[in-house]
């Protein structure tokens, strides 16, 4: 049961040192009961008290990861229902399934793609991470199958209920961490104990959200912390509304059953690719913890994993690259210099361009906390006296033996405040599009 915030203040020390950043402990503890502080921020806190209170403060919906190394899998630990509120934390792993009544040709082109698509944007590499490999009655295939997902670094599903074989699978794979797929009402004390054995994630497979929640209740009795649910629902709007409910449950009525990261299987819900995607795309919105998807092609994939990104990048603080000169196409002390903003959108755009042009140049990366260049010079952090103090501090005067800037074309208005703070320089206006960047480069030759 969560603690109210006077209860956490009885268990603070009551110093008001200030630590923490808040002013008084009482302070403190309201943020940590409403969920906007953390309690490591105390440095105070007795042992006795932090064990009480790390229950208490933990997020309401459990934080695990499915697989190990760079593909592990982080899944829940959410705090809101809306991103705006705050942000959210955990993207969904994308899966791919595979199962035993595929020939080893198909099951080959499907793990290939998981290093076929990866794509590279604002600096992050955008891919999916898991496969799940499912059992429909080759257990033979199913194991070689496990064996094959562990020559990858790929985090992985076990789908099969059958203990026996389960437990065949979980003795090749147990130092992937896989997530085993799943427990029901007829095998969820064979399945659970397994879980603890193995000490891996375990999935819930429920008829409804009741049946879930009683489900996730038996286990968690039995002292299984790590469980993701799956309420059996395939169609759409009951596996979306499901979903809102569990999040609404586990967030706002604090029910422990249902405070787990959810599997949702889009593959199961239509036959129509493209109508996949769209489901899938639901589902990354609100609020799936794994998508299960029947296949992956590139020009679904894509824009999924875009989409992915954008929900879960933190709405109060914009991508940003750091400050910085960044040499592109190998420059010397007669290469043009450029300067633009921080925000990570418009360095991969502007750097993106002047490395198509090929010629050697110097971009400056100035911080401007991540705002684009016109948003960045209304709110007066890409002026001319600014952009000046920059210029002069960063190192490029060093790398060149001319004196010229280009800045670009949206922050025109900056030109003559720059010049009388860069005296001697001459400051070029640049395009205002980054597009038209190649062919104004080639112009300066
Ligand atoms: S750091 Fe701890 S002791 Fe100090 S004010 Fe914050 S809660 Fe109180």
């Not at 147990?174 to 029901?184: C, G, I, Q, S, V």
């Not at 036959?271 to 092609?297: C, H, Q, R, W």
């Not at 501090?393 to 033996?401: A, F, L, N, Y």
Request: charged fraction near 25%; include cysteine.
């Amino acid at each position: 049961m969560a603690l109210t915030g006077i209860q956490i203040f009885k268990l603070l020390p009551k110093t008001n040192c200030g630590e923490c950043k808040f002013p008084t402990c009482l302070a403190f503890a309201m943020a940590l009961a409403s969920g906007k502080a953390e309690l490591d921020a105390c440095p105070h806190v007795s042992p006795d008290a932090r064990a009480e209170l790390s229950d208490a403060s933990a997020p309401p919906i459990r934080q695990l990861g499915v697989g190990v190394g760079d593909y592990e899998v982080r899944i829940g630990g959410e705090t809101v229902m809306f991103r705006h509120e705050k942000t959210f934390f955990n993207k969904p792993g994308l899966a791919i399934l595979i199962t035993d009544a595929m020939d080893d040709a198909e099951a080959d082109r499907r793990f290939a793609k998981l290093s076929l698509y990866q794509y590279e944007r604002v600096g992050l590499t955008l891919r999916p991470e898991l496969v799940a490999l499912k059992e429909t009655g080759n257990r033979e295939r199913f194991l070689n199958l496990v064996k094959k997902a562990c020559g990858t670094p790929y985090s992985m599903i076990l789908m099969a209920y059958d203990g026996a074989l389960m437990k065949e699978a979980l003795d090749i794979a147990k130092e992937k961490k896989p997530l085993m797929y799943a427990a029901t009402q007829e095998n969820y004390e064979e399945f659970g104990n397994m879980a603890k054995n193995y000490g891996v994630p375990l999935a819930v497979k429920g008829e409804d959200v009741e049946g879930t929640a009683t489900l996730s209740g038996k286990l968690t009795g039995m002292g299984l912390k790590d469980l993701v649910l799956d309420t059996g629902q395939r169609s759409v709007k009951d596996s979306l509304y499901d979903q809102i409910s569990i999040r609404r449950a586990a967030l706002i009525n604090k029910y422990k059953p249902l405070g787990f990261p959810t599997i949702t299987f889009p593959c199961e819900m239509t036959d129509n690719p493209m109508k996949e995607v769209l489901i899938a795309s639901t589902f990354v919105a609100k609020y799936a913890g794994i998508i299960v998807m029947s296949d992956f092609e590139g020009e679904t994939l894509f824009p999924l994993l875009l989409q992915r990104l954008n929900i879960y990048t933190d709405p109060q603080r914009p991508m940003t690259t750091k400050e910085g000169i960044y040499p592109i196409n190998n420059p010397d002390e007669n290469s043009p210099v450029l300067v633009t903003c921080n925000f990570s959108l418009t360095y991969f755009i502007v750097s993106g361009e002047i490395e198509n042009s090929r010629t050697p140049s110097w971009l400056c990366v100035m911080d401007t906390e991540g705002l684009s260049v016109m948003t960045a010079w209304a709110a007066g952090k890409f002026v001319g006296d600014l952009v000046g103090a920059f210029m002069k501090k960063c190192g490029i005067i060093e790398k060149v033996q001319h004196k010229k800037v280009i800045i670009p074309g949206y922050a025109a208005a900056i030109l003559g405040d720059l010049e009388e703070e860069l005296p001697g320089w001459e400051v070029l206006v640049g395009p205002r599009e980054a597009a038209h960047l190649p062919a104004y480069l080639r112009m300066l030759k």
